[in-house]
């Protein structure tokens, strides 16, 4: 199993960055594939992003892609997502998952999940 803790959200203005951070535990944790899920109300949970653990191909929705960037930090054990150029549509609570495969990200259906963190946009 694979714990994991988010933190880093806050309100910040459109055009402003924040850096979300999720610390990973458990057991074999650099096997699996790490990613990035947002929610809205009324919204279905939106992919953002993902990566394998060591590295190589990342992954990112079209809406965040170019702006946003996912990468692990392997001493410590922390995948992060740099969210930069906000707008108030970003809006949302923003979940860190993790799973074997990377293809349950785009299935939105990754094993483990954080508790969220809030981000808030304001105009």
């Known amino acids: 199993q694979v714990q994991l803790v988010e933190s880093g959200g806050g309100l910040v203005q459109a055009g402003g960055s924040l850096r979300l951070s999720c610390a990973a535990s458990?057991?074999?944790?650099?096997?699996?594939?790490m990613g990035w899920f947002r929610h809205t109300p009324g919204k279905e949970r939106e992919f953002l992003a993902a990566?394998?653990?060591?590295?190589?191909?990342?992954y990112y929705e079209d809406s965040v892609r170019g702006r946003f960037t996912i990468s692990t930090d392997n001493a410590k054990n922390t995948v992060y997502l740099q969210m930069n150029s906000l707008k108030p549509e970003d809006t949302a609570v923003y979940y860190c998952?993790?799973?074997?495969?990377?293809?349950?990200?785009?299935?939105?259906?990754?094993?483990?999940w954080g508790q969220g963190t809030q981000v808030t946009v304001s105009s």
């Open positions: 998952a993790a799973d074997l495969s990377i293809s349950n990200f785009r299935a939105k259906a990754p094993a483990y």
């Open positions: 990566m394998p653990w060591s590295g190589g191909d990342t």
């Open positions: 458990g057991r074999r944790v650099s096997y699996y594939a």
